[in-house]
C-alpha cells in the first residue's frame, strides 16, 4: 500500500471528535467546555487539512445527552468554542453531526450507521464518499467509513488492533496527518 493519501478540495475529510480532536474522558463524556481538552497539536493539524480539503465535518456519537448527562445546548457550547480555537488558528470545521442518541434507541443514527455521512452529503451535495477519508479511534468509526466507500485513518496506541480490512492508515495522534497526506498538486 502506498503511504500517502494524494488529495486535493474535492476530497471531504470527516473527523471523529472524543480522541482524535479532544483527550477521551475514560468513563465519561465532555459535558461542558471546560472538560474539553484538545490533543497534540489539533488546531494546527486541522488549519493544514483546510488547505487541502474543501469540506471538513465532525461526526460524533454523544449518548451523554441521551443518558440526560448534557444539553444540546451544552454540546452546541462546546462545539462552538472548538470551532471558534480552530478558526484561530486558520482552520475549518464546516459543520458538525452528532448523534445524542442511546445505543439501545431505534431507529439510531450512531456511528458505525452511515447516517451521519448521507446528512452531511445532503448539505454538501459536492461530497463523494469514494473522495473522503474517515478519522477515527474506535472500529465503529471504520465501519462507518468503510460503509460509506471512504479512505479510513484509524488512531490508536501501538498495542491496539483494529479489523485490518477496515483501516487504510494507522497512526498515533492526528497530527501525523501531515505526514500521510499529500496535495495532488505537490511532488513526492
Known amino acids: 500500500m ?14 471523529d471528535r472524543d480522541g482524535v480532536i479532544n483527550k477521551r474522558l475514560v468513563d465519561d ?3 461542558h467546555w471546560g472538560e474539553f481538552e484538545f490533543l497534540e497539536k489539533v488546531p494546527e493539524t486541522i488549519a493544514y487539512c483546510a488547505k487541502l480539503f474543501g469540506t471538513i465535518v465532525v461526526v460524533t ?3 451523554g445527552i441521551g443518558k440526560g448527562l448534557m444539553t444540546e445546548e451544552d454540546l452546541t457550547d462546546i462545539h462552538n468554542n472548538m470551532k471558534s480555537q480552530i478558526e484561530s488558528a486558520g482552520g475549518r470545521i464546516d459543520k458538525v453531526y452528532f448523534c445524542p442518541k442511546l445505543k439501545t434507541e431505534q ?3 450512531r456511528k ?5 455521512g448521507y446528512a452531511a452529503q ?3 451535495p459536492q461530497i463523494d464518499f469514494k473522495k473522503s477519508i474517515m478519522v477515527g479511534d474506535s472500529d465503529s468509526d471504520m465501519e462507518f467509513g468503510s460503509a460509506l ?3 479510513n485513518i484509524f488512531i490508536t496506541p501501538e498495542s491496539n ?3 485490518a480490512n477496515l483501516t487504510g492508515f494507522k497512526t498515533t495522534k492526528l497530527c501525523d496527518l501531515t505526514s500521510i497526506l499529500q496535495d495532488k498538486g505537490s511532488s513526492k
Do not use: A
Not at 502506498?2 to 473527523?15: A, P, Q, R, Y
Not at 458505525?112 to 451521519?116: E, G, N
Open 112 to 116: 458505525p450507521l452511515p447516517y451521519m
Open 149 to 151: 466507500g471512504m479512505t
Open 107 to 109: 431507529p439510531n443514527c
Open 161 to 163: 488492533k483494529s479489523d
Open 61 to 63: 456519537n454523544q449518548q
Open 2 to 15: 502506498e503511504n500517502k493519501i494524494h488529495v486535493d478540495t474535492s476530497w471531504t475529510l470527516f473527523l
Open 122 to 124: 445532503k448539505d454538501f
Open 29 to 31: 463524556y465532555v459535558k
